[in-house]
């Protein structure tokens, strides 16, 4: 059985947390029942987020939310805690993983060893919204899970241990662009930093720089400093530099940005985007973006 030391678990996506609030509906809630109890499939008149459903085989694990923001019938209910100690889990080796939630908010998974350390960086999947099914793509061994959700009325976090026999390769590469916009006008600029995660091999050198054009059709170029950024069992690179570098056209938004990466002599293609339309919630940071090694 893993035992986690625990500590506050502050993830890159836990940090662009947002409460979207809204009304609950009052309407009595449907069940569902399962073994050793029965499972409501909404929480009306309640004051977290539901549970979450994780299941191997014929085990299932009903898990209860460790930290959240939840908006009631009455008001608006948050909560920042600590995972279990010790985690649920499954009691024989897994192959696939499915994940059941009554409400179709959005799903990031992270997989950290199960050695009990908080390692630097983790795999990280997206999932459909209300749950899906999959290879989980770590090594064989014990491994521990933070599954976070956010949407309409709230988000929360779940954990939970497993040990695989298998060993799936993990995700492609994604990249992520963090936006600040400066409000000085006078000499516009900008601090970004740009994270591309779940590389394959890490590469031994990496360059990145930033391209950036205005709604009038004005482009500005300029370098990121990039360091090596590795996680647990992946690769990983980071791009950052602050307003004094990072001089942008002085026109209106939208602005299109356009990442350049090299790495180890190879050009890799990371997805456009746009600031703010493709930036979650118009906010600070973008959506997942895809990233092409040319593989």
Same mark, same amino acid.
């Given at each position: 059985?893993?035992?986690?030391?625990?500590?506050?678990?502050?993830?890159?996506?836990?940090?662009?947390?947002?409460?979207?609030?809204?009304?609950?509906?009052?309407?009595?809630?449907?069940?569902?029942?399962?073994?050793?109890?029965?499972?409501?499939?909404?929480?009306?008149?309640?004051?977290?987020?539901?549970?979450?459903?994780?299941?191997? +085989?014929?085990?299932?694990?009903?898990?209860?939310?460790?930290?959240?923001?939840?908006?009631?019938?009455?008001?608006?209910?948050?909560?920042?805690?600590?995972?279990?100690?010790?985690?649920?889990?499954?009691?024989?080796?897994?192959?696939?993983?499915?994940?059941?939630?009554?409400?179709?908010?959005?799903?990031?998974?992270?997989?950290?060893?199960?050695?009990?350390?908080?390692?630097? +960086?983790?795999?990280?999947?997206?999932?459909?919204?209300?749950?899906?099914?999959?290879?989980?793509?770590?090594?064989?061994?014990?491994?521990?899970?933070?599954?976070?959700?956010?949407?309409?009325?709230?988000?929360?976090?779940?954990?939970?241990?497993?040990?695989?026999?298998?060993?799936?390769?993990?995700?492609?590469?994604?990249?992520?662009?963090?936006?600040?916009?400066?409000?000085?006008?006078?000499?516009?600029?900008?601090?970004?930093?740009?994270?591309?995660?779940?590389?394959?091999?890490?590469?031994?050198?990496?360059?990145?720089?930033?391209?950036?054009?205005?709604?009038?059709?004005?482009?500005?170029?300029?370098?990121?400093?990039?360091?090596?950024?590795?996680?647990?069992?992946?690769?990983?690179?980071?791009?950052?530099?602050?307003?004094?570098?990072?001089?942008?056209?002085?026109?209106?938004?939208?602005?299109?940005?356009?990442?350049?990466?090299?790495?180890?002599?190879?050009?890799?293609?990371?997805?456009?985007?746009?600031?703010?339309?493709?930036?979650?919630? +118009?906010?600070?940071?973008?959506?997942?973006?895809?990233?092409?090694?040319?593989?």
């Amino acid at each position: 059985m893993i035992s986690i030391r625990c500590r506050r678990l502050v993830t890159q996506l836990a940090i662009v947390v947002a409460l979207a609030a809204c009304g609950v509906p009052d309407s009595t809630p449907p069940t569902d029942t399962v073994a050793g109890g029965t499972l409501a499939t909404t929480t009306t008149g309640t004051d977290r987020p539901p549970n979450l459903v994780v299941t191997s +085989g014929n085990e299932r694990l009903e898990i209860e939310p460790w930290s959240y923001c939840w908006t009631g019938p009455i008001q608006v209910v948050c909560a920042d805690g600590m995972p279990p100690d010790p985690l649920p889990e499954f009691e024989s080796p897994v192959t696939e993983l499915s994940i059941e939630y009554p409400i179709d908010w959005p799903m990031t998974t992270t997989f950290y060893p199960g050695d009990a350390e908080y390692c630097n +960086g983790q795999i990280v999947i997206q999932l459909k919204p209300g749950g899906d099914s999959f290879l989980p793509p770590v090594p064989s061994g014990w491994h521990w899970v933070e599954v976070f959700a956010q949407g309409e009325g709230g988000d929360g976090i779940w954990s939970f241990a497993f040990e695989t026999t298998t060993y799936t390769d993990p995700p492609r590469p994604h990249a992520e662009i963090y936006w600040y916009q400066d409000i000085d006008e006078s000499d516009p600029g900008v601090s970004v930093e740009v994270n591309v995660a779940n590389i394959a091999t890490q590469p031994d050198e990496a360059t990145m720089s930033a391209v950036v054009t205005d709604a009038s059709g004005v482009t500005s170029e300029f370098s990121l400093d990039t360091t090596s950024d590795p996680s647990c069992w992946t690769g990983g690179i980071r791009g950052s530099a602050g307003p004094g570098a990072t001089a942008i056209p002085g026109g209106a938004a939208p602005y299109d940005i356009g990442i350049g990466l090299e790495t180890d002599g190879e050009a890799w293609m990371v997805e456009p985007v746009r600031w703010p339309d493709e930036f979650i919630d +118009g906010g600070n940071t973008s959506e997942w973006l895809t990233v092409d090694t040319g593989e």
